[in-house]
């Protein structure tokens, strides 16, 4: 009676461990010393498409490409002479369809009572999968380090544990740890932190423009993107950010800034520049303070053209403005309002005195001839003023009304100034 027990319970436990071997996922064999298959779980049919019968009598050998068999039967035969395990041997095979397959192999050697080994019982492993995935994981480092980008990854206490290369090029760091903002100007932190990383928390990325310190302690305007990759309960586990150069685009909008409110000829604010000069002065609290406006017009500037050329008469024009801006105080607003005419705006005037000596500098200054080359010219202005907000609180009605008292200076010998009455 014990005896048929232990029968029962040894039959039960093999029928446990065949259902066992025939469910796992690997794929489960036996060789003998020579390598020849005489066991295959049915998994196999699974991974290279073959029945367990079809590979009995075959070699592991004869599944694989011919240089790969080479290469893993010498391997195999040190390990059975050795009588040496195998472990996690990578290898690649062919499917029954002639698609790769890659297999983890591990198995350990069978003993008889001498202690020769006559054979390996161990398992394959798919991990075609596993090695695609970390092949696209090289390839997209490859991309990263390859960046001209500044690209880096900081765990959640802000430690930087990855940068590439260009990141290290930019700031002179090795792959030592330091502060996420650590390469950022003052501003820029205060951006990031308070601003940038949060940002990123809640919604998941953030992008805006910043800066990074280089190396030479110069600032390197950036557009920057941070990530907070998240778990699945949605814990921040760390940090990722790309930050692009974009000095080139920036020195690009200060050309272009320049180009639209600069004039070309005497690099003076042009008339759009004076728009927003006078836009911002009306904007303040009306009679706050005074302003005053003066239309500056040079006298025959058309002859002076026509005798000497337009050349000399654009090389005048810039000398002008050049002695214009000698004769203004510190902080007043000069512009080329078109042609020969210039407009001058007096902020926080307290008393005519103050206009008076800005317009006599401007009279004794246009006394003087210029040279041009070898030509000595005499060129006069006349100016005419209007005040703010005492003669209008617009644009076109401070500009008409000093430009019709400059035209009554004309009309009466020029070569001087005239407050609006």
Request: net charge negative; glycine share 8%.
């Amino acid at each position: 009676m014990l005896k048929k027990t232990s029968g029962e319970d040894l039959k039960a436990g093999g029928e446990r461990f065949r259902t066992l071997v025939e469910h796992v996922s690997d794929w489960i064999w036996e060789v003998d010393a020579n390598g020849v298959y005489t066991y295959a779980s049915p998994r196999i049919k699974d991974i290279l498409g073959y029945a367990p019968e079809e590979i009995i009598g075959k070699t592991p050998f004869d599944l694989m490409p011919e240089e790969e068999a080479k290469k893993i039967e010498g391997v195999f035969f040190h390990l059975v002479e050795h009588k040496l395990p195998i472990k996690e041997l990578e290898n690649v095979n062919l499917h029954r369809d002639g698609h790769e397959v890659i297999l983890e192999t591990s198995g350990a050697p069978v003993m008889d009572a001498e202690g020769n080994c006559t054979g390996y019982r161990g398992v394959d492993r798919d991990i075609t999968e596993r090695k695609e995935n970390e092949r696209r994981q090289k390839q997209l480092l490859e991309i990263i380090e390859a960046s001209p980008d500044f690209i880096a990854s900081a765990d959640v206490e802000g430690k930087v544990f990855y940068h590439n290369a260009a990141a290290r090029n930019i700031i002179g760091k090795n792959r030592g740890s330091y502060s996420f903002v650590e390469a950022n100007p003052d501003w820029a932190k205060t951006r990031i932190l308070e601003e940038g990383i949060p940002a990123a928390v809640e919604k998941g990325m953030w992008k805006g423009e910043t800066a990074i310190l280089k190396q030479d302690g110069t600032e390197m305007p950036v557009s920057q993107i941070i990530v907070a990759h998240k778990s699945e309960s949605g814990e921040v586990e760390f940090l990722s950010t790309i930050a692009h150069d974009i000095t080139e685009r920036k020195e690009l909008e200060k050309i272009v800034h320049h180009q639209a409110l600069y004039d070309a000829l005497t690099d003076l604010p042009n008339r759009r520049y004076l728009h927003r000069k006078l836009d911002s002065l009306f904007a303040r609290k009306e009679g706050t303070q005074k302003a005053a406006l003066l239309f500056f017009d040079l006298d025959n500037f058309k002859i002076i053209n026509d005798r000497y050329g337009h050349q000399t008469g654009d090389s005048l024009l810039g000398m002008v403005a050049l002695r214009l801006k000698s004769c203004i105080r510190d902080g007043d607003f000069i512009c080329r309002f078109g042609g020969d005419e210039f407009i001058i705006i007096l902020e926080n005037i307290r008393s005519r005195t103050e206009i008076d000596r800005v317009a006599n500098r401007m009279v004794e200054a246009f006394s003087r001839p210029f040279q041009i080359g070898p030509h000595s010219i005499e060129a006069t202005g006349s100016i005419g003023i209007s005040l703010y907000p005492d003669h209008g609180s617009d644009e076109e009605t401070l500009i008409a009304k000093a430009d019709e008292t400059m035209y009554e200076i004309k009309k009466h010998g020029k070569h001087s100034y005239k407050l609006k009455e």
